[in-house]
């Protein structure tokens, strides 16, 4: 499943939704990539305050990558500049 992510909210309910997806605890996923349960619940909860190295282990842990594109614009809808 692709998730589409604008706000580190979203960003948070995706890893969660994956993690959980997989039946994984938090300490059962981050143990691989040597993330302590409260680093994957920080970035399962306030992404925002997390370092992107910890973000990058977690989408290892979990077999996902992170796919950077230009966002697609619609017609009639002014750009946004949202996060």
């Known amino acids: 499943m692709e998730y589409t992510v604008h706000t580190t909210q979203q960003l948070a309910q995706a890893l969660r939704s994956q993690r959980n997806s997989k039946r994984l605890t938090q300490k059962v996923a981050g143990a691989p990539v040597g993330l302590l349960p409260k680093t994957v ?17 977690l989408l290892s842990a979990l077999e996902l990558e992170l796919v950077l594109r230009p966002k697609s614009s619609e017609p009639d809808q002014p750009p946004s500049w949202e996060w």
Request: cysteine-free.
């Open 41 to 57: 619940s920080a970035l399962e909860s306030s992404p925002q305050h997390s370092s992107v190295e910890s973000l990058f282990k």
